[in-house]
């Protein structure tokens, strides 16, 4: 492995502990959660989506979960970026504004619709449109939609995506991104409990 | 490809179809490093798998990932019970295809059909014993945003019977899904 395991790293597992035994009786799914953390953040093509694109979004994500060493690392992995300062002030900005609980959202119309549950639909804030830029605008709508209304999406949210100039590879990969990202955080925040829970 | 979509409307374990809202890789196009991101060549016959190969490494990886976390059960949880969490998770968060699919396989590995079908009547709330509501609790927990999973729910896992790995194979299976469920719901749709 080229780098430190990003989850053991995140959730603070030492090399000889007991979570580290149990993580190593999974060691294809410790060794590919890593592997996926590297595909989407050190891409062997970038061109769909952008470096920079991907940090963005993975510190609007794991903002949107609430402070943690996770929403921590990704801003500071963003903010490593050359010139990202201004990106980083409005991505916080953002983040307050588009805090929430979730999952909700609507089921398909028919006897789950008693279960339909309203929330918040995010959009970006005027005034800082300018500096995300339309691709990161329409990506952020997507995101909060996919962290706190899994349910709600529909095709037109993929047009809203191409629209702004993602590709359809760029949509995947995006997708796919904030997926991960929801997978990565549960696994810490589950292992975390679990070591403070032994202490 | 909409015309012909008739999405289901109730959670069921019935055998459902999968509809992409966008276009994916015509399996012409395929080359070695998407068969690589396939892991099994038969998936090039799958639309969600060649809209997801798009992007093969990711692709691969999480296969990996998730079939070490399902299918490793050398030791640790049964399947079932990681089934459950699975399904749990997709009752919770809506993905009527996810859902259906894993509530299917937990129904095989537990002999206890109707209890998941209770699972998807009734939702995360259905009373299925001490040990199946402490997984779907658990599982539960680590599906809302923000993350409501703590000491109570590892107390309740210990009290109904499961060891720390057990209790990381609930982790695991239930955060899984967490990925699973956000492209299943977002790419396309179900049919019946």
Redesign the interface.
Known sequence: MSTQDIIDTLAGIEPGSALDAIRARRLQARENAQKSYLSLFEPVDASDVSLVERAAVAAFVTGLHGESPVAAFYREKLAANADAAALVEAIQAEIARGKTSGPYGAFPAGPLSIENKAGLIYRVSAERKPVLGARLVAAFEHAHLLVFRPRDAASTDMKALLDAGWSNTGIVTFSQLVAFLSFQLRVVSGLRTLAAANA | M?ATVN?????TQDELGWVS???PLPEAELTERHFAGLVDRARAKSDYFR??V??P??????T??D???FY?V???LPRAERELAAAATSR?????YCASVHARFASTYSKRRDDVQRLLDE?VGADLGERWNAVVKASVA??????A???D???ELRRAGLD??E???V??G???F??????M???G?PSK
Not at chain 2, 57 to 62: F, G, M, S, T
Not at chain 2, 178 to 183: D, G, I, P, S, T
């Open positions: 909409s999405p289901p409307v109730v959670f809202w966008i276009d809209l997801l798009r992007d490494e990711v692709l691969e990886a999480r990996k990932t079939k070490d976390i490793n050398a030791d640790g919770y968060n809506g993905c009527i939702g680590l599906a809302a945003t923000p993350i999973f703590g000491p729910n590892i107390a720390d790995a209790i990381v194979d982790i695991n239930a955060s899984f967490n990925w699973a469920n956000r492209l719901l977002s790419l749709e």
